[in-house]
């Protein structure tokens, strides 16, 4: 099995990320052991803020020896995901 988290906005900004962040906590804490995918087929931009959302993601993954795989990700998304190790 899968946890799979969709991003449904197109462009994550700051007033998205406390949202965001909260919301993987609450799939986090409702599902504790299944590896997780996020799906980003909709996201078109996002800001470092939301960047950040998503290494806590990662960290949190981590700690609790979960896979974390991020999908579906645009080219101009992945190019800045990929400075910051994400992908």
């Known amino acids: 099995e899968l946890l799979t988290l969709t991003?449904?906005?197109a462009s994550i900004y700051d007033?998205?990320?406390?949202?965001?962040?909260?919301a993987f906590q609450d799939a986090l804490r409702d599902n504790p052991t299944l590896p997780i995918a996020v799906s980003m087929a909709h996201v078109r931009y996002i800001s470092s803020e939301g960047i950040g959302a998503l290494l806590s993601l990662n960290r949190l993954a981590r700690e609790q020896r979960r896979g974390l795989r991020l999908c579906d990700i645009s080219q101009q998304v992945g190019e800045m995901l990929k400075l910051v190790r994400l992908v």
């Open 15 to 22: 007033q998205h990320t406390r949202t965001l962040k909260a």
């Open 7 to 9: 991003i449904l906005q």
